[in-house]
């Protein structure tokens, strides 16, 4: 599978219609936007099983506003509709197939249960 450019009424649908939901925010005026495309669309083609999507901030303000985006790249990962992974910055190859095999084998449930313990807990 490929990218897939997703506009503000399309991402909160994609994040919690999809197991796996990567999200590159970007702008075609930067230059890191620029380089690191190419490896999202490598990754993007290795990992049909997750959704790679990409928002142009440009067009997209209030989405990027609303993800508090301060600078670009960025990259969001989604598993089962919970944000995983945020962080400012392109990836080189090596270092974006390994966050990707790591959301893959991440236990969101297990986490989101030991959370919940813990709210529990201090509301003792």
Wanted: a negative charge; hydrophobic letters at 45%; glycine letters at 4%.
């Amino acid at each position: 599978m490929s990218t897939q450019d997703i506009t503000t009424e399309q991402f909160d649908n994609i994040v919690k219609d999809n197991e796996i939901v990567l999200v590159d925010f970007w702008a075609s005026w930067c230059g890191p936007c620029r380089a690191f495309a190419p490896t999202y669309k490598a990754a993007s083609e290795n990992h049909p099983d997750v959704v790679f999507a990409k928002v142009d901030t440009e067009a997209e303000q209030a989405l990027a506003a609303a993800a508090e985006i301060r600078s670009i790249p960025t990259l969001m990962a989604f598993k089962k509709g919970k944000l995983v992974f945020n962080q400012a910055g392109a990836l080189p190859p090596a270092a974006l197939e390994d966050l990707v095999q790591k959301i893959k084998e991440f236990d969101i449930d297990a986490a989101m249960k030991e959370q919940a313990a813990q709210g529990d807990a201090e509301q003792m």
